[in-house]
Each structure stands twice: as C-alpha cells, then as structure tokens.
C-alpha cells in the first residue's frame, strides 16, 4: 500500500463514526472539518454525528417481550434506555439498559409521591443500532425472576424505598421484593450480563437470556420473597444510601473484575450530612470470588466546577465508569445539566474496605471531612480528560458513555421516558403530556485521545 493511500485510509477510519455523506464530501473538498483549525489539526473536541430514537409505543414493546404485562401504557414511549450504554462488538451496535420505567414525583398535602404510571413495566435490555441520524431496537431481553415472570420496577420494601403510587399518586401500589432499578451494565465474556441496581444498592448477574441469575445485596439489607437468589455480599455501610441514589456506575475491567459507582455520598451519619458531602465511594467486585475486593473513596469536584449554573452540592452525581484499561477508568461526574469526563487508577494503596470508614459508627464519618485526602483517606487521583458541558450539542443528562475507539465516545441521554414531574405530565385522560425530550446517542471526539 502506498503512503498515500494509507493516509486516506486512516482518514477514513477517523470521521467513520457516523458523519453525514455532505459533510465528508466537504472534508474531501475543503480539507477542513468541524472543530479542526487551519492546517487539519483539531484543536478541540467535537460531536460528529447524533442518531435519535424514534417512536415506539411502551406497550407494544413490553407486550412484545412479555405478553399481557401493560394493559395501559398512556401514551408513553419506550425511553429511558440511556442508563448506560456498552458497546455489543459490531460497529454502531450496542448493549443499552432501561431503568424501572416511567416513574415521577407529585405533590401530594405537601409531600412527594413517587408515581409509577405504568406499573406492568419489565426492565430490559436493550440492543441498538446506530444508523446515520437514526438509532434502532434490533434486539431486546425482558428482565426476569427464576420462574420466568418480570422484575418489575417497583420498590421492594417498606419503610426503606419510596412507596409507590399510580399516576396521579392517588392509589398505592404494592411493594415487590423482585423490583430492579436497573442501571449501569456491562456484557461477561461467557455471553451474561451484569447489571447495578439503585434500590439495594446491588449488583445483579442476569443470563444471555434476561433471567436474573444472583442479586448482591449489602450486608444487613434482609430482603425477603424474591423468586431469585439473593445474596447479601456487599459492605453494610451501602445501607446508608441516599434515597433513589443507589449504584449507578458499572465497569468491567480487562480481567473480569467489576467497579461499581455509587452516584452519591452515603447519607452518613444522616441526610444532611450526604448531602452537602462530595466524598462518594467505588467499590471493585471479583465475579470469581463472588465478594468485594476492594473499596475506593473518590471526591467531586465542586459543583460549580462541574456546572458552573449549579449551586446545590446534593446535585452532585457519578452516572458512568468506563474501563479505559488495566484498573484504568473513566469516571462522569455530572448534574442533570453539565457533565465532566475525569481518568482515575485504581490504587492498590487507596484500598479502604474494612476500615473505619465502612463503620457506620465512625465519627465524623467519611462523608463529614470537608477534605478526606487532607485527613488521611486515601482519595483516589483523577485528572480531567473532557469537559461536555463545554461542547456545543451535548444532550442534558448523559447517563452512559462507551468508548468507541481511541479518540471517539459514545455518550448517550436518559430523556426520562419523556415524562416530567407534577400532576401536568397527564392529560385529563391520563394520556402522557411528553416533555418532547429525544433518546439519543451522540459521538464526540477527543483529538487527544483517551
């Protein structure tokens, strides 16, 4: 192959993730591209292409994965599969995973109840296809127990999870002990997957086929009547999760191990304290030894430095770790406005499981220090690597990046199945009023690498 001919074809390769025919016929033309400065060299990252979800009504999908679990989706729309997203091998195709469905807050004498408008909802995974402007279902696997019925995305326990409430917070729903709010996932070598939850917090091993394989819960949780295994094998300090701010972050690392993050400070010694902390915690799980290895204090930034329109710490999240290689991640740190993209090691020196720090007792706790690093702990080191509030067209609540190739992300939103909060997301008739929000994937690229 000739020189020349090799620089065309690693052009090629490096605008192929997705970019318009009009836009490579004007590289070809211009020499120049979005994004690129005289000279072709990139200054600074970019989208290249974005691909939306089109319309596909909640009940025709579910029913089509489980007959008969919606009778009534009111007006709703598959959504909410930008949890994560996990590349599937093939170009443009990746694993996705919804979270428990459509659900909101409405006020109620003055208090908010958590609103399931289509309580029939089964979790799932969900494969897709990134074509030109368009993303595409091509495949997707209902969530289910060990007897083959749904999951569901209901609470599990009194007094502990949020009660449940139809739409228009009116009638109570019952609990359901086999509930999963799905979140991050990654794909095992052996074809099953592995998905975290936000309700235990736990991590859940499902099979190639949906079916729900072992729940991990923390030590202490005492979930009974599921119809699968559970197993309580994760530190009981993870009881202590703020409300609806469980695991949210899930990596799979070159030799198996799995990293989960939690998306916010544990509400130690109570809520206030979670909430105005900026230490939360990952934890690095052995699929072999079925037990936590190791865990990691990690500190955000400053909320005004991940969105510079924010002013609440409690806003404050980690949607997203992605394995980059060997104990090497990417770590989002987001609000539901800005997000910013940090590397981090895995420090074998870090290693805070078992110490005081996963005692309840502890005082002040590890959520308390203003700044642990300076008091002992062991914070693990990150160094920015992109800012994506700071790219023009990236899409508010990016909840799932994948890595793509050395230069190129994958990020994509949760649009909330469309729904919005308050008594105004329906109609009188009970019909979805769509917040006009879009399920998208968007590729950027870093010109520096990752």
Request: aromatic share 6%; no cysteine.
């Amino acid at each position: 192959m000739s020189p020349h001919a090799a620089r065309k074809r690693r052009v090629r390769r490096s605008v192929a993730a997705g970019v318009p025919i009009a836009v490579l016929a004007a590289i070809a033309v211009t020499g120049t591209a979005m994004g690129t400065q005289s000279g072709g060299k990139e200054k600074a990252p970019r989208i290249t292409s974005t691909a939306t979800l089109g319309d596909i009504p909640l009940g025709t999908f579910s029913n089509s994965l489980l007959p008969d679990t919606v009778s009534d989706d009111r007006a709703v729309d598959l959504g909410g599969i930008g949890s994560d997203v996990y590349p599937a091998g093939r170009k443009g195709e990746f694993w996705t995973v919804t979270d428990r469905g459509p659900n909101g807050q409405i006020k109620v004498d003055g208090k908010k109840r958590r609103t399931f408008p289509v309580p029939g909802f089964d979790p799932a995974i969900v494969k897709i296809r990134v074509s030109g402007d368009t993303v595409k279902v091509i495949d997707a696997l209902p969530l289910t127990t060990s007897s083959g019925k749904p999951v569901t995305g209901l609470p599990n326990q009194k007094g502990r999870d949020e009660a449940p409430y139809a739409y228009d917070a009116k009638t109570a729903l019952p609990y359901d002990p086999n509930g999963l709010d799905t979140e991050g996932i990654v794909r095992a070598h052996d074809g099953s997957f592995w998905l975290v939850d936000e309700y235990g917090p736990s991590l859940v091993h499902v099979s190639a086929r949906g079916k729900v394989l072992k729940r991990y819960v923390p030590e202490g949780l005492k979930l009974s009547g599921a119809d699968y295994p559970v197993v309580e094998a994760l530190p009981g300090v993870l009881l202590h999760r703020k409300g609806n701010r469980g695991f949210e972050g899930l990596a799979q690392l070159p030799g198996g191990d799995l990293v989960m993050a939690l998306q916010s400070p544990l509400s130690l010694p109570d809520e206030d304290a979670g909430e105005a902390s900026r230490a939360t915690r990952l934890l690095r799980f052995s699929p072999k030894k079925q037990a936590v290895t190791a865990e990691y204090a990690y500190r955000f930034d400053a909320v005004d430095v991940v969105d510079p329109d924010e002013d609440d710490t409690s806003e404050l999240k980690i949607s997203s770790v992605v394995a980059v290689g060997r104990d090497q991640l990417l770590v989002e740190e987001r609000t539901d406005k800005a997000a910013r993209l940090q590397t981090v090691k895995l420090d074998r020196r870090a290693d805070i499981l078992g110490d005081q720090w996963d005692d309840a007792a502890t005082k002040p706790s590890l959520e308390q220090l203003d700044d642990p690093a300076a008091s002992g702990v062991p914070v693990l080191k990150k160094r920015l690597l992109v800012d994506l509030g700071g790219i023009d067209g990236v899409p508010d609540k990016i909840e799932g990046v994948a890595r793509v190739n050395g230069h190129t992300l994958a990020l994509i939103n949760d649009n909330d199945f469309g729904m919005t909060d308050g008594a105004e997301a329906f109609d009188k008739e009970g019909r979805l009023v769509d917040s006009g929000v879009e399920t998208t994937v968007t590729y950027v690229r870093l010109p520096k690498g990752i």
